[in-house]
Structures are given as C-alpha cells and as structure tokens.
C-alpha cells in the first residue's frame, strides 16, 4: 500500500510540475534573446514567450560545423510602448542546450 501511494504521490507530483515549469531551454532561448535585444535596445528589460505559441522540436542537424539539437520557435511579446502586438522568435540550441542563435520579426 505505501509504495503504491508513493507511485501515485510522485506521478502527481511530476505531472503538476511539468505544467508549471518552463523547460530549461526554453528558459536559455528567452535569456539569450534578451540579452541580444538589450544590445540595441538598452532600455528593454523583459521579453515573454508565448508558451501556448512555442514549437519545441529537437533536431539532427548541422549549421557549418555547428550541430543543432533542437529549434524553439513563437510569439514573443517584447517590452514596448508602441504595440502589443508578438514578434516571431526563433532560436537554435546546439548540444547541451548551448544557444547557438535567437531571431526576433521586426514589428
């Protein structure tokens, strides 16, 4: 009886988590664009990534001799006065979920 609870208590434990946890990599993909973004937009601060938008796929594939493992792409929502409208963002993490590249759509 305890170790089926025990199942039951970590499965339900696993689940909820799963739905309130970004994935690392996704965390790395916003991180990582915001840090280019600040670059020409200094007073830019947040960048959010549309998770019901985000396409999370891995990958086998190279760029030069760069390997790619997986592609997250979606809206995201940049800090800005003039529009809420999303720009499309892109980003290429290579192994160990190593951003290699993030892309943002002009507006």
Known sequence: MRLAFAVLATSLVA?????AQVPVEVEACRLSGLAAIKERSPSLDQITLDMES??????????GDTPIK?????DAYLQRDKTDKPNRFVCL??????????????Q
């Open 15 to 19: 689940s909820s988590s799963a739905f």
């Open 54 to 63: 985000l396409a999370v796929s891995k990958a086998s594939t190279n760029v």
């Open 70 to 74: 997986m592609v997250v792409m979606g």
């Open 93 to 106: 993490l290579s192994d160990k979920g190593k951003v290699v590249l993030t892309f943002f759509t002009e």
